[in-house]
């Protein structure tokens, strides 16, 4: 095309194909290195497929929570165990139990097939909300954040760096977290790549 020019950064990766690749096959390939980097692929607006094609994330149904989309997953040559964003902002850290510095030291795998993908709603990730469904939690993060599950992975770590008073994970089939709440207290800590962080082993929806 007519929009070239120089390049000044870190490539990642080069993908080479001899045939031009069809629409769902670029869905397939954007999908697999959206989730591989922590990229969000075409601002949240199309579905992720993995190698059979299926959708493990759908824009539909996911519409509102398609900001800062990552995921963990093992497809193929896909093996991601942990994962965050990597937009600026502040993001939440998930991975199998096994989380360390790396993916590649990272010892707890997914089964074949599994992904789980999360994306935010785009709202400040603070505790300024007024909340009173639980006790001892005074405040939510504006940010909620939605997973799809797919093929049944089990126990995830979820991270945030260390800094909170009283950190609890609050988990509900609805996004205004209007009843059905179930809380987790963060009170673990761990270190990755020299940042402490609070966590909790849970397993989501």
């Known amino acids: 095309d007519n929009n070239y020019g120089s390049f000044s950064g870190q490539l990642n990766e080069v ?3 001899e045939d031009k690749l069809s629409t769902a096959q670029m869905d397939q390939v954007e999908s697999y290195l959206a989730i591989k980097y922590g990229t969000t692929y075409v ?3 199309k579905d992720y497929k993995n190698t059979s094609g ?6 539909t149904t996911n519409v509102g929570f ?3 989309i990552a995921g963990i997953a093992n497809d193929g040559s896909l ?4 994962s965050w964003s990597t937009n600026t902002t502040k993001e939440v850290l998930i991975s199998t139990t096994g989380l360390t510095n790396t993916n590649a030291t990272n010892s707890t795998g997914l089964t ?3 992904y789980l993908i999360w994306g935010d709603n785009g709202l400040a990730k603070a505790p300024s909300v007024p909340f009173s469904s639980i006790a001892g939690v005074s405040h939510r993060f504006a940010s909620v954040w939605k997973v799809q599950n797919t093929s049944t992975v089990g126990t995830v770590r979820i991270a945030w760096p260390k800094g909170l008073t009283n950190l609890t994970l609050i988990r509900s089939s609805d996004p205004t977290f209007a009843a059905g709440n179930v ?3 963060m009170t673990l800590e761990t270190t990755v790549n020299g940042v402490v ?9």
């Open 15 to 17: 993908l080479v194909f």
């Open 43 to 45: 601002a949240g607006l």
């Open 54 to 59: 299926a959708t493990v994330w759908s824009a």
């Open 66 to 68: 398609g900001n800062n």
């Open 79 to 82: 093996n991601q165990k942990q």
């Open 112 to 114: 074949a097939g599994q």
């Open 183 to 185: 809380s987790s207290a």
């Open 197 to 205: 962080y609070n966590y909790v082993d849970v397993t989501l929806n």
